[in-house]
């Protein structure tokens, strides 16, 4: 693991027992983003900030950008712009409604490229980590490190395809007319509540593949990394990278499939 990875992880650990300690039966929503549906509370800043300080102490030169608090710009040094890009919790819903899928994200940039990331998913005990060529791993207490690996060579109509829908209604009526189309020929659909977990599930072949419309590059950041070191593909449609636009991930045979049955329904569209 490489220097940013420890620090990353050590510091996802840290804000993740800071949540699982201080997370109440239900917490409240102290206030509504782009919807109603789109919900913040007093421990995802707590835990943006409780990051932000760590980072801040460690590394005073880099660059963060974490969703609740925005971006502060970073200076240039002999390893380069480093970026810091953070998900305090990913997967918000889940965390008030007490279901287990949300995670502290965290990822690594160096000159614009993601060197490392984590995912650390506190209510299952799991910690997923990748440096960029080094593989990626899931990591648990008291049992030994497991390396990751996509499934391969899944065709479309045995896939188990994870997605998730965005805060905006419009655009949640596309993502369902999308649905409509994508169902009746998969496997089946998971909507897990969190972009990190769900590429992580794709890192580990607990799904086979994920599509979103409306992810952000903290959703995003590590948890691409870590689908990829385990053999996967991330990207747009198209040939274009990841992005809010879509992001479409899976074993490099499913990814073209996928991304061949998403093509003419157009979900990057806004009704
Ligand atoms: C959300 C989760 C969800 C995805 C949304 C994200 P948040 O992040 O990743 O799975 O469908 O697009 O915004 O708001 O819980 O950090
Ligand atoms: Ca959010
Ligand atoms: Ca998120
Ligand atoms: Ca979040």
């Keep these: 693991?490489?220097?940013?990875?420890?620090?990353?992880?050590?510091i996802a650990r840290e804000a993740g027992d800071m949540l699982l300690a201080k997370r109440t039966a239900r917490p409240e929503a102290i206030e509504t983003k782009s919807s109603r549906t789109d919900v913040v509370t007093a421990l995802d800043r707590a835990s943006e900030e409780l990051i932000r300080?760590?980072?801040?102490?460690?590394?005073?030169?880099?660059?963060?950008?974490?969703?609740?608090?925005?971006?502060?710009?970073?200076?240039?040094?002999?390893?380069?712009?480093?970026?810091?890009?953070?998900?305090?919790?990913?997967?918000?819903?889940?965390?008030?409604?007490?279901?287990?899928?949300?995670?502290?994200?965290i990822a690594v940039e160096v000159d614009g490229e993601v060197v490392a990331g984590v995912?650390?998913?506190?209510?299952?005990?799991?910690?997923?980590?990748?440096?960029?060529?080094?593989?990626?791993?899931?990591?648990?207490?008291?049992?030994?490190?497991?390396?990751?690996?996509?499934?391969?060579?899944?065709?479309?109509?045995?896939?188990?395809?994870?997605?998730?829908?965005?805060?905006?209604?419009?655009?949640?009526?596309?993502?369902?007319?999308?649905?409509?189309?994508?169902?009746?020929?998969?496997?089946?659909?998971?909507?897990?509540?969190?972009?990190?977990v769900d590429l992580c599930s794709v890192a580990a072949g607990r799904v086979d593949g994920y599509y979103e419309r409306g992810p952000q590059i903290w959703d995003f950041a590590a948890g691409g990394?870590?689908?990829?070191?385990?053999?996967?593909?991330?990207?747009?449609?198209?040939g274009r990278p990841q992005s809010r636009k879509l992001t479409l991930?899976?074993?490099?045979g499913l990814f073209q499939d996928l991304h061949d049955l998403l093509v003419p329904l157009n979900p990057e569209r806004d009704l």
């Design 225 to 238: 990394l870590i689908a990829v070191e385990a053999g996967a593909r991330i990207g747009g449609l198209n």
């Design 1 to 10: 693991m490489t220097d940013f990875l420890w620090l990353a992880a050590d």
């Design 119 to 196: 995912v650390n998913v506190p209510p299952r005990g799991e910690l997923y980590a990748a440096a960029k060529g080094g593989g990626a791993e899931l990591l648990r207490e008291g049992v030994a490190a497991e390396r990751l690996r996509c499934t391969a060579g899944v065709p479309l109509a045995e896939a188990l395809i994870a997605t998730g829908f965005g805060y905006l209604p419009e655009r949640r009526a596309v993502q369902a007319e999308v649905l409509t189309r994508v169902l009746p020929v998969v496997r089946d659909i998971r909507r897990g509540g969190s972009c990190a």
């Design 249 to 252: 991930c899976a074993a490099p």
């Design 53 to 105: 300080q760590r980072v801040r102490a460690e590394r005073p030169h880099d660059a963060f950008l974490g969703e609740e608090e925005g971006e502060t710009a970073g200076a240039e040094t002999g390893e380069g712009r480093v970026r810091w890009i953070v998900d305090p919790i990913d997967g918000t819903v889940n965390f008030m409604y007490g279901l287990p899928d949300w995670a502290v994200s």
